[in-house]
């Protein structure tokens, strides 16, 4: 590949990844509901689903992930039942001062993980962008091992650069809600967002 080509790829993802969807929706509610870590957790979830299907599409399985439609529909179901699990446990547990402090250290790093990486896998929005839109700016056929392995890096420079924004800023204004008050629009606030990416993940076809 070019240096062109990388940089293009590189420009692409990053508009891609920048507009808000169910990815940067729930990074930016877990950011709100549990802080820092957890949300950081997701995060590193979210990236290595787009590796999976950047490496999926290099190595030629994006017919293969066509054909076998059905474990694709179980990934994507099983983000939507994450996100509304959460959604639903911030819904009715709410958030008060001690959680707040108490999360920041809390475990659940691979159960995040896990639900970035599945979010990511059933997410219409990262199928369409590696194998639609990324063949037509990456010639696939004369990819060579370290063009991949740059490819790798870029994607993952590239995510962390866009998504940590988002977190940041979540995790930052969820400082100033120290209130009870503020703690419930919190709370009501992180669930009604996972609601709405589970909903529009389960919306898309």
Avoid: C, H
Avoid at 113 to 132: C, D, E, Q, R, W
Avoid at 189 to 195: N, V
């Amino acid at each position: 590949m070019t240096l062109a080509g990388f940089l293009a790829y590189a420009l692409a993802l990053a508009v891609a990844a920048a507009i808000p969807g169910p990815g940067v929706t729930a990074i930016v509610a877990r950011a709100l509901g549990s802080g820092f870590r957890s949300s950081f957790a997701m995060m590193l979830g979210v990236v290595l689903g787009d590796l999976v299907w950047m490496t999926a599409v290099v190595l030629g399985l994006a017919l293969v992930a066509q054909t076998f439609g059905l474990a694709f529909m179980a990934i994507k179901w099983a983000g939507v039942a994450y996100l509304a699990w959460l959604a639903w446990k911030f819904w009715r547990d709410g958030i008060n001062t001690e959680k707040v402090q108490a999360k920041k250290g809390a475990g659940g790093f691979v159960s995040n993980f896990s639900g970035g990486l599945a979010l990511t896998l059933g997410n219409p929005k990262t199928m369409i962008f590696y194998m639609a839109i990324m063949p037509t700016i990456v010639n696939l056929k004369t990819i060579t091992l370290p063009d991949y392995l740059l490819l790798s890096l870029i994607t993952v420079a590239v995510l962390l650069a866009v998504l940590s924004p988002y977190l940041l800023l979540a995790t930052k204004a969820r400082g100033f809600l120290q209130s009870p008050k503020g703690l419930k629009v919190l709370s009501r606030g992180a669930a009604a967002f996972m609601f709405g990416a589970a909903a529009a993940i389960a919306a898309r076809n």
